[in-house]
């Protein structure tokens, strides 16, 4: 009767052999069986002993006191096709972390797997996380699960458990230690575009200059998001991405960045590699108030000439005088001289090296203003004949007097004035 099963002893009922646990106990008897009763079960018992039936038959506060040799000792068929989902549910955390890599991996159903409760998921350890959960078995995990994993066994997937296992909702949940926790190798070769995309803002605030510097080009430039972007700190942009990767921003990447990002996070190497396109969208404050004088000068020429005038208009005159070299200034478009230089920009912003450097086509196209109310008297003594010579007759008939008796020299008059510019030239010009 099952009340007589019931009533064993722990040992009479340890002592029964295989055959008559497999052949003699019913599904009845088994489910009346108490939960000392259980645990007194010999692993050759179990293994041996249970059919299919009769582990489905035991109660799920049976299943819980399953010791860690019970469970370590069951097959993967028994677990695969006789343990319910409630039946998993109910192991306690020391026998799920002493469950063998095989019975992980080919015990557990996907099904099953989704049954684990947060507890159970915590408990698991890090072989049975890299050598026993199938990236199935990973995608399967509940968010909340997999936000429980401790850090050392998430570190412990491969690359591959997580860029085919972790789901971007999983991304989404994990917490700020587990991905800090991520292997460079895990970053690198394990997050996709859309899970890098997938990882909250203030957990890529934190990743490590390693982290930082293991993404790829095409992580950054299709994974990265601006709002991502926005919360790197000074240092990561300094110290973790490369000039490469700083190149792979997308133009809304650059111009999301804040001007602190610019000013105290790029290296005056990662301004080299800056694209012209990136160049060409910053921002009028990511210039004016982002570039320092040693970053104006790292910037490539051509990235010079793309500058809008609007961007060249709001250079301080600290940044021009001390910033842009003089083959900068030669690079400057006409457009961005005549429609982006200020009169101040002119006065206090160029050296007279820089004057110098300009070109004919450059010196062909200052404006009256610039040349009359911008220009000072150094500045025009400086001009190479060829430049004066370029310049335009209203620009040379709007000289001061002073600039023309102080700044003119003799052989710029004499060599560089041409007949039509003498022609220009005011009464009260010629007087002085």
Known sequence: ETQDVAVLSTAALAALTTAQVNKGLTTDQIVALSTAQVAALTTTQLTQGLNTAQLLALETRDVAVLTSTQAAALTTAQINVALSTAQIAALNTAAVAALTTAQVNKGLTTAQVVALTTAQVAALVNTQVAQGLSTAQIAAMETQDVAVLTTAALASMTTAQVNKGLTTDQIVALTTAQVVALTVAQVAYGLSTAQLA????QDVAVLTTAQVAALTTAQIAQGLT??????LSTAQIAQG????QVAALTTDG???LTTAQINKGLTTDQIVGLTTAQVYNLTTAQVAQGLGTAQVAALATDDVAALTTANVAVLTTAQISTGLTTAQVAALTTAQVAQGLTTTQVAQGLTSDQVVALTTAQAAVLTTAQVAQGLTTAQVRALETRDVAALSTAAVAALTTAQVANGLSTAQ?????TTAQVAALTTAQIAS
């Open 226 to 231: 601006t709002a991502q972007a926005v919360t």
């Open 241 to 244: 991405l490369s000039a490469s």
């Open 413 to 417: 008059l004499a060599q560089g004035l």
């Open 254 to 256: 650059i111009i999301a």
């Open 198 to 201: 997938a990882i909250e803002t």
